[in-house]
């Protein structure tokens, strides 16, 4: 299968069934910073599905039993979701704008990251930093919660 067929495919099962989180880690008493990063998650029956998405994307499939059925969890993280993310971008229709942000996110976190290094691994995120992120956060999760009743030009037409 071609890359371009496999990202098409991808994008289609990422906007009917899963989701992209900025998870906020919990935080070690060692750690001088919160931990964010950018996360995609699809979860469905078929556990066909998420094996291909793993061969395919990487990430990681886990089993949860939900009453006598399975339900098959497919997570990547960090730069592997942003990677995917990247992929499937130009063809989701209904989650481009939620796409667009995390991959915002994770360029300017990284981007940040690599100003921090010091002799003894990252020193401290400034408060405007941490703030961006959560803001973010927030931002996203609101992205998600926008309905989109109908696709016009190409394009989800968002209501709240």
């Avoid at 906020?24 to 931990?35: I, L, V």
């Avoid at 979860?43 to 990681?60: A, E, H, I, P």
Wanted: proline share 2%.
């Amino acid at each position: 299968m071609k890359k371009e067929l496999k990202s098409a495919y991808a994008a289609g099962i990422f906007d009917g069934e899963g989701y992209v989180d900025i998870y906020k880690a919990t935080q070690s008493k060692a750690s001088k910073n919160p931990s964010f990063m950018l996360r995609v998650v699809i979860s469905q029956k078929d556990g066909k599905v998420m094996n291909w998405l793993q061969k395919n994307f990487g990430g990681y499939v886990h089993r949860y039993r939900r009453n006598s059925n399975y339900i098959y969890r497919w997570d990547i993280r960090s730069q592997a979701a942003f990677n995917f993310l990247t992929q499937i971008l130009p063809f989701s229709l209904i989650k481009k704008a939620q796409i667009q942000l995390a991959l915002d996110f994770e360029e300017k976190k990284g981007k940040y990251l690599e100003t921090l290094k010091g002799f003894r691994g990252f020193r401290t995120l400034t408060q405007d930093e941490i703030y961006w992120r959560l803001k973010t956060k927030e931002h996203l999760k609101r992205l998600k919660k926008e309905y989109s009743p109908y696709i016009k030009n190409g394009a989800a037409a968002t209501t709240k």
